[in-house]
């Protein structure tokens, strides 16, 4: 696997599309290489997010706003993932 000078895979690329990946820095934009990654991120980009921030930190970020921006289906995967049963519940943009 290849990286940015700052250690972040060039194949996370096509998740960063509005962003310069050669400026993005782990650490100053951790919550948004975080949600990209969980939201996006292929095995091996995974395993790299769990090396670099560790469970403990994917599992606090979760809780604190992956349940209200990940993708549903990532987000039940992440959640059985880490046995994470009290998420607060999304409500409905609409009531209809």
């Given at each position: 696997m290849?990286?940015?000078?700052?250690?972040?895979?060039l194949?996370?690329k096509?998740?960063?599309?509005e962003?310069?990946?050669?400026?993005?820095d782990?650490?100053?934009?951790?919550f948004t290489?975080i949600?990209?990654?969980?939201a996006?991120?292929?095995?091996?980009?995974?395993?790299?997010l769990?090396?670099?921030?560790?469970?403990?930190?994917?599992?606090?970020?979760?809780?604190?706003?992956g349940w209200?921006?990940l993708p549903?289906?990532?987000?039940?995967f992440?959640a059985?993932?880490f046995?994470?049963s009290?998420?607060p519940q999304?409500?409905?943009?609409?009531?209809?």
């Amino acid at each position: 696997m290849e990286f940015t000078e700052k250690g972040i895979p060039l194949s996370l690329k096509p998740v960063f599309q509005e962003y310069d990946i050669h400026q993005l820095d782990p650490e100053r934009d951790a919550f948004t290489v975080i949600e990209r990654t969980l939201a996006r991120g292929k095995r091996d980009e995974v395993q790299w997010l769990f090396g670099l921030f560790g469970p403990e930190r994917l599992i606090e970020w979760i809780q604190s706003y992956g349940w209200r921006i990940l993708p549903r289906r990532r987000l039940s995967f992440w959640a059985n993932y880490f046995d994470l049963s009290s998420l607060p519940q999304r409500k409905n943009a609409w009531p209809h």
